[in-house]
């Protein structure tokens, strides 16, 4: 297992906005992915990750939501897809760790039915809500090349685009 370099809106904003692609066959590679990801989102730290933040544009997302001492709760989702969503909404503070430093609110379904495959190639459906149902959106948003400062007014995305980019020039003139 690794920890890949996950990309950022500052130098990367043209892969992070690609469609990633159904997974054909979950296998031993595709599980060395989802391990890399999982090391690379606890290394960051964050409690989701989408591959194409890894710069692999697969339908493949890890996510892990246990809070401060609880025990690690890995999750996997394959393929995932959203068969249902509630037209009650909720608004959250989001942050990405393609955005990093950056925060807002975003409003979205407050529950939704998800449909994926596990690591093992399992089909599951289950329903999402609360912090899970906020991710797992955010998540999938990624697979389909959206940010969640997408969902910002104009200036709010270019303010955090800028404001990426300044912290990224700042830290390599320190090296
Ligand atoms: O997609 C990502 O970049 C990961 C992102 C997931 C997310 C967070 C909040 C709302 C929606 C989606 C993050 O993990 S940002 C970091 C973060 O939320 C966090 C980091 C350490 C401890 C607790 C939370
Ligand atoms: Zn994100």
């Known amino acids: 297992m690794s920890v890949r370099r996950i990309l950022t809106v500052d130098a990367d904003l043209a892969t992070l906005k690609k469609k990633s692609q159904p997974v054909v066959a979950v296998d031993d590679d595709l599980r060395a992915l989802m391990d890399d990801m999982l090391e690379t989102m606890y290394a960051a730290p964050g409690i989701g990750l989408a591959a194409i933040q890894v710069g692999e544009p697969k339908r493949v997302i890890v996510m892990d939501l246990a809070r401060g001492e609880e025990p690690k709760a890995p999750r996997f989702f394959v393929n995932p897809e959203i068969v249902w969503a509630s037209e009650e909404t909720g608004v959250y503070e989001e942050g990405c760790l393609s955005v990093p430093e950056i925060y807002d609110e975003v409003e979205r379904p407050a529950k939704v039915r998800l449909r994926s495959l596990d ?14 149902a906020v991710c797992i959106q955010h998540e999938i948003d990624h697979l389909n090349g959206v940010l969640f400062i997408d969902h910002l007014s104009r200036l709010k995305r270019q303010r955090a685009v800028s404001k990426v980019k300044k912290a990224a020039k700042t830290e390599a003139e320190a090296l």
């Open 119 to 132: 690591y093992h190639g399992r089909l599951v459906e289950e329903d999402a809500e609360a912090l899970f």
